[in-house]
């Protein structure tokens, strides 16, 4: 009996189970006001703390996670690149949304260190009608519609692994990336896919930030986040699609009807001038359609706003006639 006694304690005190605590603490770089999807998204699947940050330096390393919406592209230097380097060999995880700058990746030593050795883009046109996750740990079972059109495709080599590539006619489109350094775990996505919970939840695990066995069921008809999708057919005549979609309250009041506010979809011209208001009205949680005929309107490069809530998005389309 006393043998027993004292295996179990030495089992008591020796073995540690990987337990998800939910108590990291996540740093937001966000200098283009950017992560509204993401944060709606994080929210639903962690009750880790969020902070947000207006520069990149040292104080990173205070953080568990980096999430850094750089954007468009947001020019690293040398010393964020080099803050950056440190808060990796750290064994630190960073999710990066950015759109990559030929210029950028030859001059800061932070992309040849995650393993990117050359990036390019081809001018080449195609619509992108979904997203699909390669047969992976990471990425296994993902399907995201994005369908957007790009004016270019984005070409990267190195040493980085494609998690995510889009189908777009006979092209495949690479989306987002992990490194192929094992010591280090940094995601490039080059598409925004982070505001969609599912491959966020991908994310998360891939990162040790939630537990996998606590996946969530997403087979179901609940709306977790706004989205506003790219247009399609994009350059289009006579008419286009126009899809978006309204969250479920997190807390919706007892017997209440889960109306998710006032919404608007307005189109405007290049010089910002509004041409239609296309939506007006209170909506449900759910995904709608809306079709846009502008058949009394020049060909050109149009754009469509939604707002809702405190959720703001704006795309841009190419009529042809």
Known sequence: M?????LLLLIYFFYTPEIYTQKQSILIFDPYGVSAGFQSSFSILSDDSVFIADTIDNAINNYD?????????????????????EYLQNQKPIYLYTELGLAQTDSVDFWKFIGLDF???????????????????FTNGVIIDTSFWSPGIPFVQGNLTSVLVGKGGSFDIDVAYISGIDS????????FQIHHIEFLENVLIYFGLMDPNSITDFNNSTVYDFNLSQNYPNPFNPSTKIKYQ??????????GDNRGGLVTLKVYDVLGNEIITLVNEEKQSGEYEVDFD???????IYYY?????????????????
């Open 65 to 85: 996670a980096l999430f850094l919406f750089l954007g468009n592209p947001y020019e690293l230097d040398q010393e964020e690149g080099n803050y950056l380097i």
């Open 2 to 6: 006393k043998i027993i006694f004292t």
């Open 294 to 300: 502008p058949s009394e309107l020049s060909s050109g």
């Open 246 to 255: 309204i969250p479920q309250h997190q807390n919706p009041l007892p017997g």
């Open 119 to 137: 990036y390019a883009e081809a001018t080449l046109t195609v619509p992108v009608d979904s997203v699909f996750g390669i047969e992976s740990e």
């Open 184 to 191: 280090i775990k940094i995601i490039v996505d080059q598409y």
């Open 305 to 321: 706003k939604l707002q809702a809530a405190n959720f703001t998005s704006t795309k841009k389309m190419v009529y042809l006639k």
